[in-house]
Every structure is written in C-alpha cells, then in structure tokens.
C-alpha cells in the first residue's frame, strides 16, 4: 500500500543577537530547509523551538532568558542556542525544563537536538539531502537554497502538492546570503532546490541590484555571481535543458565547480514520458557529449529508478545502453516505490519486488564499472581538493567531483598535517571504484 505523505516536521525560531549570531541562525535554518523542516511562523504552529541566544551584556542575557520562558510558556518543546548556550547552568537554574542547550557557534550540535527531538523525514523522492544527512559537521560548507517547489508534475512525486509551484528567492537575497557564509568561513556552497535550471521563471527573471550592476534572477546570473564570491560553488538539480548549456563554460572557466548533479531518473524515452520528466523530449546523450566537449573536466552526478510501472526488460535495457553511453561519473539508484497522491500509483504492470532488485544490482554494477574506469584516469593528475576531515595521519577531502556525503572521497596518506576546511593539491596515485587516494603535492 503507497504511504500516507508526510507531513513536514516544523520548527519555530527566535533569533537574538549580533549579525554573528544571525549568520549562524541563517544557516542552522537554511540546513533544516534542505532536510526538509519546514519553519512555523508562530508557536502554535511549531513542533519544537530552537532559541538562538545572545549573552554579551546583563541585558541581552536578560532577554535570551525572557526569550526561552516565553518559547516555554507558549510551545513547551525548547531548543536552546548561541552565546548563552556558553554558560548551560545560567539557563537550566531558571529554566529546567528546555530539551537541550548547545553553545555559541555549535550549529552542528543544535541540528543534532533538533534531529534528536523532531527527526527529519526521509524521502528519496521529496528530499534533497542524503537520508544519511548531511553530517553536520563542517563549518566548511554550506547548503543554499534557491527556491522552493515545482512546476513539473512528475508522476512519481508530490512534491508540487506538498510545496507548491516554484518560489525562487531574488538573485540578489540568495547572493547576500551566500556572500555571508564565505564571509562565515564556508569554501563551498551547494547550491539546491527542487528545479535549480528553473530558477527565476516564476519571477520572470526580475532584474535586482548586486555589487553596483544589474543581476537577473535567473539560473546563468546565478551562477556567474556565485562564481564571483571566492568560494567553490557546485549545483544541484539541474535539469537538462538548453539554457544549461551556457554555464558549462563558466565550469571550463573554473568560475564554478565542473560539476552537475542532473537527476536523469531514467535512460529510455517511453518510461521518460511515463514518469513526465521535465526535459524528457531532449536529446540528453547529445546534449552530455557537447557539455564535455566545452569543458572535459565536467563530473556528472545523477539518481535513477529503476521498476517503474510498466517498465519492461526492453526498457530496461535501454536505461542501461544510455548509461554506457553517458558515461556518467557518479549514480545513485533507487527501486521504485509508491507515493500516496502520486498519479504513477495509477499505472497499470507493477514490477515485481525481485526484478526491481535484481535490476538495481545490474544497474549499479554497471555504474560502478563506469565509475572506475573514469577514476583510474585520474591516477597520476594534481587536483586541488578541500579537507574535510583529519585523522591521525590520514586526510579525507573532496575534490571538483565529489560533492559531501553522496560522492566520493581523496584519502590523502600523509595528510595528517592538513587542516580541516583547507585547500590542498594534491597528486592522485590510485583510484578504486568510487574513491581517490592520492599524497600532498610538492
Ligand atoms: S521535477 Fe519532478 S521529481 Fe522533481 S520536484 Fe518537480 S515534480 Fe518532483
């Protein structure tokens, strides 16, 4: 039976304090939005509260106490955050009854009481963060959101009926916030949303300010103004459409990462049309063919289905002759299973549990193949990567391909004098199937 759809869990905030502290509740909020909180407008509304506190002076400490007693008094469910988390003792004398209380800065500690007190909703076909989350530890970077909702009506997916139609946020809000979290210490942003290529069409591409020129809020301006930010930027959920095309050379440029993660779903046209994929009519394999031969260091990410209503072995064959020729660098891949609300659940030849099993396995054999003959090309190449973590003597970092949590890694031996958050270059010296290892570069 399809499963109820869920309802998104909801979280109320109250931020106090300097513009630090608001740069921290921007980003603890921006994260919870990816995992698919949505934020309460009111306490009522909200299934817990996160209080992002200030305790620089008597009276702001003051305040951030009023603050909790009154997120207390009003929801019950009490998250607490910030500078006053510094001195826990302060807050638990007079208000015992707060859930959890984390220090200044610690973001990653307060979305971990969150997930421990309201867990997120995973679903592979509504969330765009890994179900595995987004370990929160990196200060190193940062998830934006662009937009919200869809216009597409993608059989498979409610995502329209749970969010609505496309709401992207102006060019010039999305680049503030951006230009904040490079200010912040963020090396990359991850740039998300349900439709990122359709970014700006609801608004009609409004014209907005930016650094004294001109920006529309559309998906080439976008780009070209994150790429002016010093930061890695790398994209998300970019449908295949022409208009695509035309940032590729910014990716050879090196403006931004070369890098597109494109959620294809499937490989033949008929199961394409089924599905009522955006851009289904579009000759993806030309289209990959010419975007690497404007800029051959391109990584393509991608996510499948496989057994889909009515998905017979020619189909399926068909998916996996267009991966042969796609070549893509790194897939992920999912059995279909049904949405409640979905239109797909009205289709007609369900794929029986084992032959969606079995093709997953050959599909992913075959990925994994690709994945490995493309890494083995890499062995012998310098590549900068960004240090992500540090134990002992060994190094993990990421380079242009391989974005956190879903992709890759580089295990750096040796690297145990690197720094988390860090560029590095590095020589690549072997590869396996999905990973790189590679030694500090001299
Ligand atoms: S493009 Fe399709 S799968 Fe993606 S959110 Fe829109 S309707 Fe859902």
Redesign the pocket.
């Known amino acids: 039976m399809p499963r109820p759809a869920p309802r998104a869990p909801k979280v109320g905030f109250v931020s106090l304090g300097c513009p630090k502290a608001l740069v921290d509740s921007e980003r603890i909020l921006t994260h919870l939005r990816a995992e698919g909180y949505a934020v309460a407008p009111t306490y009522d509304d909200a299934d817990v509260v996160v209080v992002n506190t200030c305790g620089f002076i008597d009276a702001a400490i003051d305040e951030s106490l009023d603050a909790i007693g009154e997120a207390l008094e009003q929801n019950g469910r009490v998250i607490v955050t910030g500078c006053l988390g510094a001195r826990p003792e302060r807050i638990l004398e007079r208000h015992p009854r707060v859930l959890k209380v984390t220090g200044a800065h610690a973001y990653e500690d307060v979305i971990g009481a969150v997930h421990e007190h309201l867990p997120p909703q995973h679903d592979p076909?509504l969330d765009l963060v890994p179900p595995q989350g987004v370990k929160l530890t990196p200060r190193h970077y940062a998830y934006v959101k662009i937009a919200e909702g869809?216009n597409?009506?993608?059989s498979?997916?409610i995502?329209?009926s749970m969010r609505g139609r496309l709401a992207s946020r102006p060019i010039d809000e999305v680049l503030r916030e951006s230009e904040k979290l490079v200010h912040a210490g963020v090396k990359e942003l991850l740039i998300i949303s349900?439709?990122t290529s359709a970014y700006g069409s609801d608004l009609k591409y409004a014209g907005r300010e930016w650094r004294g020129s001109m920006r529309e809020t559309r998906f080439l301006d976008l780009a070209r103004g994150l790429g002016e930010l010093g930061a890695w930027v790398r994209l998300h959920y970019v449908?295949p459409y022409p208009h695509v095309d035309d940032v590729i050379p910014l990716m050879a440029e090196g403006k931004i990462l070369p890098y597109l993660d494109v959620?294809f779903q499937h490989g033949s046209p008929s199961v394409l049309k089924r599905m009522k994929?955006?851009a289904h009519a579009e000759n993806t394999l030309a289209r990959i063919r010419a975007w690497r031969t404007t800029c051959p260091e391109l990584v393509i990410r991608s996510t499948f289905i496989v057994g889909f209503p009515g998905e017979t072995d020619a189909e399926f064959d068909e998916l996996l002759a267009w991966l042969n020729e796609a070549q893509l660098d790194r897939v992920g891949c999912f059995t279909y299973s049904p949405v409640e609300g979905a239109t797909a659940n009205a289709l007609p030849d369900a794929v029986p549990d084992e032959v969606k099993a079995e093709r997953q396995a050959r599909f992913m054999e075959r990925a994994q193949a690709i994945s490995a003959a493309r890494l083995a090309k890499r062995v012998g190449t310098r590549m900068r990567v960004l240090v992500d973590r540090v134990d002992g003597a060994l190094a993990i970092a990421r380079g242009p391909g391989d974005a956190p949590e879903i992709d890759g890694v580089v295990r750096i031996r040796k690297g145990g004098k690197l720094a988390v958050g860090e560029f590095a270059d590095v020589e690549i010296t072997a590869a396996d199937a999905y990973d790189l290892d590679a030694r500090v570069a001299t």
Do not use: A
């Open positions: 076909f869809c597409h009506k993608c498979f997916c995502i329209p349900q439709d449908y959620p994929r955006p």
